[in-house]
C-alpha cells in the first residue's frame, strides 16, 4: 500500500523551531518529487515547499523562504521540512504529498498532517 | 505566480442533480509537452485531499464516472453528472507547474 505518514507537529512558541518528518512506504521513494502543503484554520491549501529525487533541487513559497528548508533522506524514505523562527501565521496542518517523476507532475498521494501551532 | 480562481465558492445541490465547478488560472497551463497540468482534489471534513482529477480530464484510480473534468488554456470545469450524499466536501483545483490551488468550493447537500 502507498502510504505517506507525517510526524513531529506540536506546541512550539514564537520563534521557536519544529522538524516535520514524511515517512513514505509502498513505492521508490527515489523516483518522486516530494511536497509540503500546508493549511491554516478554515482556509484552503498552500504549497510549502517542494524537493526534487535526489534531494538537490528545491523550491520554496515566498512566505517560508529562509526560514524552512526541505530535505530527504532516500535510506530512510522520508522526506522532513526543518521549519525555524516559526510565527503565529505558520499555524496549520502540514501535509506531505507524492509528486511525479517531473517537478510539474500533480500531487496524487497524500499524507494524513500534522499540526502545528504556534502560540506563546 | 499563477494564480487560481474559483467559481462559485459554495453550491448547494440536491441528490441526483448535477452540479460544476469552473477554475479559471492567470496564466495558460498547457505545457511544453503538449499536457495540461490541471488537478482537482476533494477535501472532505477532517481528511486530506483526495485527487479526483488529473491532466484536466483524467479521472484517477478508484474515482466514480459520474465526475469528469473538461477545459484548456486557463478555463476549467469539474462536473458531477448526479451529485450524492458522500460527494459533500471542498473541491480545489491545483495547478502542477508551480504549484498554486483554487480558493475551494464547498459542496453541501440541499
Known amino acids: 500500500e502507498v502510504q505517506l505518514v507525517e510526524s513531529g507537529g506540536g506546541l512550539v512558541q514564537p520563534g521557536g523551531s519544529l522538524r516535520l518528518s514524511c515517512a513514505a512506504s509502498?513505492?521508490?521513494?527515489?523516483?518522486?518529487?516530494m511536497h509540503w502543503v500546508r493549511q491554516a484554520p478554515e482556509k484552503g491549501l498552500v504549497w510549502v515547499s517542494r524537493?526534487?529525487?535526489?534531494?538537490?533541487?528545491?523550491g520554496y513559497a515566498d512566505s517560508v523562504k529562509g526560514r524552512f528548508t526541505i530535505s530527504r533522506d532516500r535510506a530512510k524514505n522520508t522526506v522532513y521540512l526543518q521549519m525555524n523562527s516559526l510565527r503565529t501565521e505558520d499555524t496549520a496542518i502540514y501535509f506531505c504529498?507524492?509528486?511525479?517523476?517531473?517537478?510539474?507532475?500533480?500531487?496524487?498521494?497524500w499524507g494524513q498532517g500534522t499540526t502545528v501551532i504556534v502560540s506563546s | 505566480d499563477i494564480v487560481m480562481t474559483q467559481t462559485p465558492l459554495s453550491l448547494s445541490v440536491t441528490p441526483g442533480q448535477p452540479a460544476s465547478v469552473s477554475c479559471k488560472s492567470s496564466q495558460s497551463l498547457l505545457h511544453s509537452d503538449g499536457k495540461t497540468y490541471l488537478y482537482w482534489y476533494l477535501q472532505k471534513a477532517g481528511q486530506p485531499p483526495q485527487p479526483l482529477m488529473y491532466e484536466v480530464s483524467n479521472r484517477f484510480s478508484g474515482v466514480p464516472d459520474r465526475f469528469s473534468g473538461s477545459g484548456s488554456g486557463t478555463d476549467f470545469t469539474l462536473r458531477i453528472s448526479r451529485v450524492e450524499a458522500e460527494d459533500v466536501g471542498v473541491y480545489y483545483c491545483m495547478q502542477s507547474i508551480q504549484v498554486t490551488f483554487g480558493q475551494g468550493t464547498r459542496l453541501e447537500i440541499k
Open positions: 509502498g513505492f521508490t521513494f527515489s523516483h518522486h518529487w
Open positions: 524537493i526534487d529525487d535526489e534531494g538537490s533541487d528545491t
Open positions: 504529498a507524492r509528486g511525479g517523476y517531473y517537478d510539474y507532475y500533480g500531487l496524487d498521494v
